[in-house]
């Protein structure tokens, strides 16, 4: 089943705004992890919220999560235009497998 | 700190021919992934390894095997490659198999098949 669906799938936003993409999965999680990933490069881990927290902060990022609803949020405050890039969140289960989700395309304007 | 090495990070083959990819985890990480990335696409899970075991298969055709070998190094091989198979091979790594392990992502292999 499909785990980690993004929406929006893309998001324009003028810099210094916050940008908030959401994340829904299906099943039972262990953790769900964000990654960022450039154009064709590779994925950075942003940041891990376990399945008993409920939010988490690191720098400009705010992670909520919901496992009543099988929802997270990324928060990316005071936007900038380095921020550009496809935001993934990926599902750990109780076997541990990392499910990636399609992915938000983010694009900061000037 | 050492991160995920993959190599090659490009690659080049004709429909047919047959490609391995290599995985180098951080030292003491002993589990490894596999993700295939096609244009516009977000990752998919092909396989996984725990101490050398296959811990889990995803999506991975027939033709693709895998394994990890004793100094925990993985490889993938890609046999009969079709031009389907072009795509971003990522490989990650995370210490030890168990809840809330954080997942290290390579740079990736660019397979391009023409």
């Known amino acids: 089943s499909q785990q980690g669906e993004e929406d929006p799938q893309a998001l324009s936003i003028q810099e210094g705004e916050n940008a908030t993409m959401n994340c829904s999965y299906k099943t039972s999680i262990n953790n769900l992890q ?58 750990a289960n109780r076997d541990d497998k990392i499910i990636f989700g399609k992915g938000t395309r983010l694009h900061i304007l000037p | 700190a050492a991160g995920v090495i ?41 396989i996984s390894f725990y101490e050398k075991m296959q811990s889990d298969k995803g999506s991975i055709p027939d033709r693709f095997s895998a394994q990890q070998f004793s ?15 072009s795509a971003l091979y990522f490989c990650a790594s995370s210490p030890g198999w168990g809840v809330n392990t954080e997942a290290f992502f390579g740079q990736g292999t660019r397979l391009t098949v023409v």
């Open chain 1, 34 to 91: 964000w990654y960022r990933q450039n154009s064709g490069r590779g994925l950075v881990h942003l940041i891990l919220i376990r399945s008993n927290e409920r939010e988490k902060h690191s720098g400009r990022l705010r992670v909520t999560l919901d496992t009543s609803k099988k929802s997270s949020s990324l928060l990316i405050t005071a936007s900038r235009a380095a921020d550009t890039a496809s935001y993934f969140c990926a599902t």
């Open chain 2, 6 to 46: 993959q190599s090659p990070r490009h690659l080049i083959k004709e429909k047919r021919e047959t490609a391995t990819l290599k995985c180098y985890p951080i030292p003491r990480h002993d589990t490894v992934y596999w993700y295939q990335q096609g244009p516009g696409q977000d990752p998919q899970f092909l």
């Open chain 2, 71 to 85: 100094d925990y190094h993985s490889e993938l091989n890609m046999s009969s490659l079709e031009l389907g198979d």
